[in-house]
């Protein structure tokens, strides 16, 4: 159907920096710099500096950020890795993939996994933890580290919505052993088409992932040091990225501004829970700003009816799809929020003028 006001615009987007875009690409082109080239070390340096760490390795997705970091940290047959029961399901289908066992917590109100139900989780054959820090905002990492350090859990952080995000001024995905990143077009910094990286400070996976995103070969000796994969952040994206990136800090501010007109002018509909959180140290940076509406899909749907195009996700938990063979231990916390969600448009490119109308469109629902 054709929206009022979309999700995301990628066009509008694009417009808005063509230039700058159009002038990489020509550059890209002309010079035939099409695998493993200045433009893709270039991202690699200045995201590492954006997100605070010593090194970035470019790959092909944020799942083969999530996949890339567990092999690096050694985790395979054997081990359980605990996983938010509230998340994209490639957070968990990487651990999966690695021989390992995923084990499910729930989720607290700010769609993060809970931090107080972590340890009861936590088995002799615990080896990690991959905190999910959700639509902007950032799970809490200070305890999730002190657990960690506990139990001699690695951490590896799924940053893939929320980059620019800190907690008391620490990026997220600068905590862990890794921070894994999605460029998937709809992120907030998105390409034009799939991509994905890891943050780090240990130059052993820097190493690892950079052997292994290229077949597992050391491009500089030829010499193989495994079995690898082909998932390399092409190099057309990575210079489209890297123009993106200098864009990020105010278009992060943007982002809150919108964030701020939605909460006040929502904030007196009780039947809404927004995402808002009273915590002073996290920064919330609102790759998405998704709320949770007491009346689920008659909400959402019919804002959709009235040219507000919305997001829902998950409005069936990952671990109820019965072919992914998961535990269901009870998590009641994510069927409420599953059966609730719904996510307004949240982008930079869209106008003051749109946003009112999503307002209006709210209210009106709620009869306001």
Partial sequence: MSYRVRFVDPARNYRMIQQEIDAAYSEVMCRGDLIDRAQLKSFEENLAKFVGTKYAVGLNSGYDALHMSLRAAGIGPGDEVIVPAHTFVATCSAVVNVGAKPVLVDVAKDFNIDVGRIEEAISPKTRGIV????????ADMPRIMQIAEKYNLVVIEDACQSLGSSIDGRGAGSWGLTGCWSFYPFKILGGYGDGGAITTNDPDVALFATRMRYNGEDRDT?????????????????????????????????????????????????????PHYDDPRRDHIYQNYTLRAKQGSEFSDYLKANGVEVLTQFRKPYYRHEALNLEDRGFPETEALSREVCSLPMNVEITDEEVDYVISVVRSFYGK
Wanted: with cysteine.
């Fill in 131 to 138: 905190p999910v820090h959700l639509s902007g905002y950032m």
């Fill in 222 to 274: 030829g010499e193989y040091h495994g079995h690898g994969f082909t998932c390399l952040l092409d190099n057309l994206q990575a210079a489209f990225l890297d123009v993106k990136l200098k864009y990020l800090p105010s278009w992060i501010e943007r982002r809150k501004a919108i964030a701020e007109r939605y909460r006040a002018a929502l904030s007196d509909i009780p039947d809404l829970l927004l």
